[in-house]
């Protein structure tokens, strides 16, 4: 049954740079943007009402990056108390084994639901294929159709531990495919030699041409600046037509490239129409683990990368699994990560680093985004009144509307301050102000 229709009230609707402090009011009919006017300018006809006061109504969040097979398993079968990537790696390969059916999906819902309670309605998540039963792939399979009705879930199909390097990996890889996976995945700088890497490479566009499917792949994720594997993808992403259909993640060993090789790096990255996901919450701790002082940030060059007009998104990456144990599934706080290590706390840069985990993300994805009249109703109403502060903030998603239902609900947390000597204290204030 088609839902009965929303009206939005006084809403500060995305992007306010160019809209201004002006409210607005939106309508939707059925799971469609009917009308935006200014504030008071629509009748509700009758419609549900909601009343923004003043709040972002934002595009969903979107997280392209993250790995929903390896969600809530931290500390099983044990810790990674060395941090670093390779520790993460060893310990998830000892945790495969006694991955079910059962236990993939119940994990991945529940993380599923922390993204979309937070005001994510996009995720792309990468599967490990390196598994000849391909476990968690027929488990996300399964649980991709079964929550369509809170949130949109894309699958890659991932080679975490190569596909030259991995027994039967590139039958893996075309199986991963056949089964329905959305996106093709890879790990180049994973394979035991350079020359495997590129041969990866390779095959992952020539799968791309046989299945029309999209790459995503993870690329050059270490501090080795010698780890050069994105140049490979951009010349065969031109070569095959691409432009536009190809994401590379990580990419941390930017970090650490020269600027003569970086500068022709980006050059022509951006030819190729490459899109670059960077994963700041895992990478800030993964990375520079090999150093002393100075220490190395790890990060891919996120400001120059949207500087010289290459699609940039940010990914959550890990929520609690053997390579990150933190994280609640809040894109927000992968955002607030990022413009601290990217250093993009400018007035404007805030502004330009939300659309990292809005609009990028799901140009590389394909998908239509924003909150326009005949688009899908899609969006969100958070606590807050524009995009630097939603950055600042990460405040609650007041309403998380999937096609003209409302998905998701969360009242905004409120704390009262007891001052001595006063029995009638009660301050009512929200923490860090605003909203
Ligand atoms: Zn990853």
Request: hydrophobic share 40%; charged share 25%.
């Amino acid at each position: 049954m088609a839902p009965a229709g929303l009206f939005v009230r006084n809403a500060r609707i995305h992007p306010t740079t160019s809209t201004g402090e002006a409210l607005s009011d939106l309508a939707v009919d059925g799971d469609t943007i009917a009308a935006i006017a200014p504030a008071g300018a629509l009748p509700p006809d009758g419609r549900p009402e909601l009343d923004a006061a003043g709040c972002l109504l934002s595009p969903p969040l979107v997280d392209p990056h993250v790995h929903m097979d390896a969600v809530l398993t931290v500390g099983e079968p044990r810790y990674n108390e060395s941090g670093t990537l390779i520790e993460g790696i060893f310990t998830w390969a000892e945790r495969k084994p006694s991955l079910t059916h059962a236990d993939v999906k119940a994990r991945a819902l529940e993380a599923i639901r922390w993204e979309v309670a937070q005001g994510t309605g996009l995720i792309r998540s990468h599967v490990d294929v390196c598994d000849p039963n391909l476990v968690a792939l027929k488990a996300l399979l399964e649980l991709r159709e079964e929550v369509r009705d809170i949130v949109d879930l894309r699958l890659i199909a991932f080679p975490q531990d190569g596909i030259l390097s991995f027994p039967n990996g590139k039958e893996l890889m075309r199986e991963a495919m056949r089964l329905g996976c959305d996106v093709i995945g890879g790990i180049p700088h994973y394979e035991w030699t350079r020359d495997d890497g590129v041969e990866e490479v390779h095959f992952l566009f020539d799968l791309a041409r046989e299945t029309g499917a999209p790459i995503d792949l993870h690329c050059d994720e270490t501090d080795d600046e010698q780890s050069r594997f994105l140049e490979v993808v951009a010349a065969r992403t031109m070569r095959d037509g691409m432009e536009g259909r190809v994401v590379a993640g990580h990419t941390t060993a930017m970090g650490s490239y020269n600027d003569n090789y970086a500068f022709k790096l980006i050059q022509i990255l951006r030819r190729a129409g490459v899109t670059i996901v960077a994963n700041p919450l895992d990478n800030i701790v993964l990375q520079g683990r090999f150093d002393t002082y100075p220490k190395r940030r790890g990060m891919t060059r996120v400001k120059e990368l949207d500087a010289a007009g290459i699609n940039v998104a940010c990914g959550h990456d890990s929520i609690m699994d053997p390579w990150y144990p933190l994280g609640r599934g809040s894109m927000l706080d992968a955002l607030s990560m990022l413009v601290h290590v990217a250093q993009m706390t400018g007035r404007a840069e805030l502004f330009r680093a939300y659309e990292m985990v809005t609009t990028n993300p799901a140009r590389a994805a394909e998908v239509p985004w924003g909150v326009k009249e005949g688009l899908p109703a899609n969006f969100v109403v958070f606590d807050c009144a524009d995009e630097a502060e939603a950055v600042r903030l990460r405040p609650a998603a007041r309403w998380v509307v999937r096609g003209g239902r409302i998905v998701a609900e969360t009242e905004p947390a409120r704390s009262v301050i007891h001052r001595a000597g006063s029995t009638t204290p009660v301050s009512f204030i929200k923490p860090g102000g605003a909203g």
